[in-house]
């Protein structure tokens, strides 16, 4: 005749199982929070899978089987459900371009940013909320541009638990060169010329003592030098 071997008690360190062991009830679940887990038993024979487990995050399917002597094999199966505490907050608080203008709404997953045809590269910044998510950029925070392509760019947040919040840019750098000229101020230290970017002369009486002015002038276009 077959024999059928049992295993008459299982423990376990931590958790909670969803129903009191029994030899002739082979499925439970088990759950915990801790990241390990160790099975012990006080039956005899040969017993298989009593040691300690690592857990992932979620289930986990453990099997603890006995042999009888026939080399038939029983099985209990423990599902181990281990709690996901981490953090998962995936959200963005800020992001920043170094050229071009756009308006950040969090909800708004992409943006299309056209540039003017000076601007070679663009740097990106980016932070998130949570000080446990990690912020990537995908190529790179530094985006090369080609004059007239338009050049993706992501910003990957990834919160503690692997959730991940991703925005994506499309900067498109312009083919045509600005001809804009104008000056967007002009000045001379300690006189008042009254700036007029469509004035281009411009006389300053010095006095004899003054041997030297200083003069400040900022472009209308930032390309312009």
Known sequence: MEKI????NISFNNGTID???ESSTFNYIINTDKPTITFSSTSKGNIKGLKTYDL??????IVISIISEDNNE???VFNVIRKDNRDSNNE?????LSAGSFEFKKDTHEYYIDLDGYVDKVLVSAHAVSDKATVSYSPNNIVNLSKGVTTNMFVVITAENGSQNVYTFKLHRSEILNNNNYLKELSVENFDIKFNKDNSFYTVVVPENIDKIKINAVPEYLGAT
């Open 5 to 8: 071997a049992r295993i008459d």
């Open 19 to 21: 129903r009191k062991f």
């Open 56 to 61: 992932d995050y979620g289930n986990n399917n």
């Open 74 to 76: 029983t099985s209990y």
């Open 92 to 96: 963005i608080l800020d992001i920043s």
